[in-house]
């Protein structure tokens, strides 16, 4: 099993919809999750970190399932300005930081 | 919030020449960076660990003669592709995480083109 995995998509969405990615991560002892967000070309940036609670940040809400080993991405009232890749990032204990594949997602106006 | 400076952004070299990048933390000491390699349209792969005045930690697959590390003091740490060669042209970035937590910070990433 990969140490995180996601759907690579592409996701095609049109514009207002809400779409949703998962992403599995396989080290139980893991300790921080993140959403990034990579442009074609560019360096990831953060979108968002994950916890448990939940963490919500506008039309985004991520959330966390420890007992399943995974973690959500919920895009609601997407925009074109959304496409992009996202990519599911896992924190190790020894503080190695895997990605993702990532999820490509196009939204279609 | 923290920065990752990385230099150069992007390089052309010939074949059988060595690049050297480097990844700069410029407000935070950070014991331990990372370096990533990505080919078009795949995932961010972790090559290597760097660790502050010990050896890289290389992932399976990675040849450490080939990509040689080092992180010499706490705010800098380097990558050298020896004698590169057109299939390691990639996009490079490093990133580093403060030592109070948190996430990573990525560099701005490295486009190299070897010709």
């Known amino acids: 099993r990969k140490e995180v995995e996601q759907d690579p998509g592409p996701f095609n969405v049109p514009e207002g919809a809400t779409v949703a990615f998962n992403c599995t991560y396989s080290?139980?002892?893991?300790?921080?999750f993140f959403w990034y967000r990579q442009d074609c070309r560019k360096e990831p940036k953060l979108l968002m970190s994950v916890y448990s609670s939940g963490n919500e940040d506008g039309r985004f809400t991520a959330q966390l399932n420890r007992a399943s080993q995974y973690i959500s991405l919920l895009i609601r009232d997407s925009k074109l300005s959304d496409s992009a890749t996202y990519l599911c990032?896992?924190?190790?204990?020894?503080?190695?930081?895997?990605f993702g594949k990532g999820t490509r997602l196009h939204i279609l106006p | 919030g923290a920065v990752v400076s990385q230099h150069p952004s992007w390089v052309i070299c010939k074949s059988g020449t060595s690049v050297k990048i480097e990844c700069r933390s410029l407000d935070f000491q950070a014991t331990t960076m990372f370096w990533y390699r990505q080919f078009p349209k795949q995932s961010l792969m972790l090559m290597a660990t760097s660790n502050e005045g010990s050896k890289a930690t290389y992932e399976q697959g990675v040849e450490k003669d080939k990509f040689l590390i080092n992180h010499a003091s706490l705010t800098l740490s380097t990558l050298t592709v020896t004698s590169a060669h057109p299939e390691d042209s990639s996009f490079y970035i490093c990133s580093a995480k403060p030592p109070y937590g948190g996430r990573a910070f990525f560099g701005q990433g490295t486009r190299l083109t070897v010709v």
């Open positions: 990032v896992v924190n190790d204990r020894d503080d190695k930081i895997i």
């Open positions: 080290n139980s002892a893991s300790q921080s």
